[in-house]
């Protein structure tokens, strides 16, 4: 079975002209087409939050509208424009950034669709959708990859400390309802459970607090209990970190057939798709296949 080149005779040179832009980070535009969009998100997530301060939306909200929507605008052009360029967009589309991407635009357009005071409530909740713009700023940072591989390959330990931390709230809470009156709060086993997880974060809220010797004695080994094993998920997380930068051998380079990255830096083949990953030959499989 062969795989064609993931671009026509005629598109191939300008497909991976934009390509290359928009989805490597190695080359001046690259770089220079990244820092830009980064710049134009956090515009765009700053121009929400102060469109929801009520004052500036009283004097300023018809100006925020028309920035929201020229970054609207911008967003669509660039989430067309890596549709385009891919061999699989599809791939793309269903991928989290591409969701992400889809998510961050949606909104204005879909409150076009919306007129009517009665809709006011949903677009602006709709309207809050445009934070997850954000979102797509792990995109560009390299790291972002390795934090998430880092807690992907902790996640079991963290889930058994938290399995631990829920028993020992559960059973310090239950303890406590036992051990202290109505008159102090703790009028049911919830209402304790909760007292139980604000002292042993070491938050302190103080809208309940033991009122009996014991029921304060329990809640300050409750408190140093805190501070000891809220560190250990610290700790799994940060070993967990330094092990995934000593077997780090991913590029970043992205897959010119689906966008996918985190290939091995030996990698010839998209590990997803199978395209072949460097845009600048020709894939051998395809010199064969002429032959």
Request: with cysteine; proline share 5%.
């Amino acid at each position: 079975m062969t795989h064609s080149s993931p671009f026509t005779p005629a598109e191939k040179s300008f497909k991976a002209r934009v390509f290359q832009i928009i989805f490597e980070s190695d080359t001046r535009a690259g770089k220079i087409f990244d820092i830009a969009l980064i710049t134009m998100i956090l515009l765009s997530v700053t121009c929400v939050l102060l469109d929801s301060v009520p004052h500036l939306n009283q004097r300023f909200g018809t100006y925020f509208g028309w920035v929201e929507w020229g970054f609207t605008g911008l967003f669509t052009l660039e989430y067309l424009a890596r549709i385009w360029c891919l061999a699989q967009p599809k791939r793309y589309i269903f991928s989290f950034y591409g969701v992400i991407d889809f998510i961050s635009i949606l909104p204005s357009w879909l409150s076009l669709l919306l007129p009517g005071a009665q809709t006011l409530m949903v677009i602006r909740i709709m309207r809050v959708l445009r934070l997850f713009r954000i979102l797509r700023l792990m995109e560009f940072v390299g790291e972002g990859r390795l934090l998430m591989q880092a807690l992907n390959r902790s996640r079991r330990k963290i889930l058994l400390f938290l399995i631990a931390v829920l028993s020992i709230i559960t059973v310090f809470g239950s303890l406590i309802y036992l051990i202290e009156p109505p008159e102090a709060g703790f009028t049911s086993i919830p209402r304790a459970l909760y007292w139980a997880i604000v002292t042993l974060t070491t938050v302190g809220y103080g809208d309940i607090a033991p009122i009996t010797p014991l029921g304060q004695f329990i809640s300050a080994i409750m408190m140093i209990l805190g501070y000891s094993i809220l560190a250990v998920p610290t700790g799994v997380f940060s070993a967990e970190v330094i092990r995934t930068i000593r077997l780090d051998q991913e590029s970043e380079e992205a897959c010119p057939g689906c966008g996918r990255e985190g290939h091995d830096k030996d990698a010839k083949y998209c590990k997803s798709c199978g395209t072949w990953l460097d845009e600048e030959t020709e894939d051998p499989r395809e010199k064969a296949s002429d032959d």
